[in-house]
C-alpha cells in the first residue's frame, strides 16, 4: 500500500496531510489497483525476500517487474496502456468537491495547484492558506474564502496610488500601488499583513492607512534626539530606538503608543529568552582607581555586593557596608585581592575550548653516543685442512745392517 506519509507538511509537531497527497492516493486506487492492494504487498515482499537469499538475480527480478513475466503486464504496460488509452483524467483526480455553494448553488470544489491548493465555485477562485489542513476546509470555510475580497479592484487611493485589501498565501494583506506602478521613490508596492484582531471583510480604508504607515515614528528621546519608532516584526510589535527595543503587548499598540509610553518601556530592563534579565545597572561609582587608573563602582552579584574596575573584583568583608563605603576603602580592598591573587600564582588563565593545550617542549639536544665497534667473529674456515699424506716408513735393506 502506498503511504500517504509520504505526501505530508508539518504543522507544529504533527504531520498533515496535504491535498496532493489526496490526489495521488486517488491516481492509484482508480487506475493501478494492482500496484496497492495488499497481495501485490506480500508478493513484493517475498520478492526482496528472495533476492537477499541469493535465490532470484536482482536484475532479472526488475526486468520482469517492469516489463512483465509468465504472460502479466508490467509496470511498463500498465502505464502505457493508461497513458494511451486516455482513461486517466488529471482533472478529476485534482479535483475534490465539497458541496453546493449557498447562494448560488453552484460546486464549491477545492484543487492543488501550482501555487497551493484554491477553492472554486463558478469562474470564483481563492487560494487556500497554508495554514489551514483538508479536515479544516469545510463547505463554510470555502464559502468565507470565494466571498473575501481578491484585491483586484481597489478599496480607494493614496497620493494618486491605488490601495488594495488582498487575501494571499500567508493571510490577509494591504497594498499600496501596483508591480507595474509602485509608489513614488519604491521598486514594488508596499504590502503590509494585517493585524490578528483584523477582518478583512470589515476593513476600512483608514485602516488600510493606518497599517501603511508602520513603521511609524513616535517621536525623538529629548536627551539625545534619537528617534524612536513603532514597527511590527518577526516576533510581534515592538518600539526601537538605535540598538534598544522592547515588545509592546498587542499590535495595536503600534498605532497608540506615546512618546512617553515608549521612553518608559525603554527604560525597562530588557528581557531576553527565559526571563533572563539584563545585566543590572552599578550600585555606586568610587571614581578612578590610582593603582589601575581605571574606573571602580560597585555591584550586585550572584553572590553578594562586590567592588570592581573592570579586571579586578573584590567581595565586601562583615564590615563593609556598600551604601557607607568611601572611595578609599573600595581601592583598599582592590589592592588586598591583587596581592592575594598574586600570592597564589597570578589570575587563572582561561580555558581555551575545554581543551587542555599541552606546552609544546623544546626538543632536547641530542648527545653523541659512540658507537662500540661491534667484534667481528671470526671467520669460520670454509673448508677444514686437509690432513698430510702419512709418510711412508722407510725399510731397511739387508745390506745395511
Known amino acids: 500500500m502506498v503511504d500517504r506519509g509520504h505526501y505530508l507538511w508539518k504543522k507544529g509537531t504533527s504531520l498533515v496531510p496535504t ?22 504487498t506480500a508478493k513484493l515482499e517475498s520478492g526482496l525476500d528472495a533476492i537477499a537469499n541469493g535465490e532470484v538475480k536482482k536484475g532479472t527480478w526488475l526486468h520482469d517487474f517492469y516489463f512483465g513475466e509468465d504472460g502479466k503486464e508490467g509496470l511498463h504496460g500498465i502505464v502505457a496502456a493508461k497513458l494511451e488509452g486516455g482513461s486517466i483524467d488529471a ?12 447562494d448560488t448553488g ?23 492558506p497554508d495554514t489551514m489542513t483538508p479536515d479544516e476546509l469545510t463547505l463554510d470555510a470555502a464559502v468565507t474564502l470565494l466571498k ?22 500567508y493571510g490577509p494583506y494591504v497594498q499600496w500601488g501596483t508591480m507595474d506602478v509602485p ?8 504590502m503590509t499583513s494585517l493585524f490578528k484582531t483584523m477582518n478583512i471583510d470589515r476593513l476600512s480604508m483608514q485602516d488600510a492607512l493606518d497599517l501603511l504607515s508602520l513603521p511609524r515614528t513616535v517621536g525623538a528621546d529629548p536627551t539625545d534626539g534619537e528617534l524612536i519608532t513603532a514597527q511590527n516584526g518577526r516576533y510581534g510589535p515592538y518600539v526601537n530606538k538605535g540598538k534598544e527595543s522592547r515588545s509592546l503587548q498587542t499590535e495595536e499598540q503600534l498605532l497608540t503608543v506615546t512618546l512617553e509610553e515608549a521612553l518608559a518601556l525603554l527604560a525597562t530592563p530588557r528581557v531576553f ?8 545597572p552599578p550600585l555606586r561609582e568610587f571614581g578612578i582607581d590610582p593603582a589601575s587608573e581605571k574606573p571602580v563602582v560597585g555591584k550586585e552579584g550572584k553572590f553578594g555586593d562586590y567592588i570592581t574596575d573592570g579586571e579586578t573584583n573584590a567581595g565586601l568583608t562583615r564590615g563593609d557596608r556598600m551604601e557607607q563605603m568611601t572611595n578609599e576603602r573600595a581601592y583598599e580592598l582592590l589592592q588586598l585581592r591583587r596581592e592575594y591573587i598574586e600570592a597564589n600564582g597570578g589570575p587563572k588563565k582561561k ?9 609544546k617542549k623544546a626538543p632536547a639536544k641530542k648527545t653523541a653516543v659512540k658507537k662500540a665497534a661491534a667484534k667481528k667473529a671470526p671467520a669460520k674456515k670454509a673448508a677444514a685442512k686437509k690432513a698430510a699424506p702419512k709418510k711412508k716408513a722407510a725399510t731397511t735393506s739387508s745390506d745395511d745392517e
Open 19 to 40: 491535498w496532493t497527497a489526496f490526489s495521488v492516493i486517488r491516481l492509484l486506487e482508480e487506475n493501478f489497483d494492482t500496484l496497492v492492494d495488499y497481495e501485490f
Open 91 to 102: 482533472a478529476a483526480v485534482n479535483t475534490f468537491e465539497l458541496g453546493a455553494h449557498p
Open 106 to 128: 453552484e460546486v464549491v470544489i477545492v484543487k492543488p495547484g501550482l501555487y497551493g491548493p484554491y477553492v472554486r465555485s463558478g469562474e470564483n477562485t481563492a487560494s487556500v
Open 148 to 169: 473575501a475580497p481578491k484585491g483586484d479592484t481597489p478599496m480607494g487611493e493614496h497620493e494618486g496610488y491605488p490601495v488594495f485589501a488582498k487575501s494571499g498565501r
Open 183 to 190: 509608489p513614488e521613490g519604491m521598486e514594488k508596492p508596499k
Open 273 to 280: 529568552g527565559k526571563g533572563r534579565a539584563a545585566a543590572k
Open 351 to 359: 580555558k581555551t575550548g575545554g581543551r587542555k593545550v599541552a606546552a
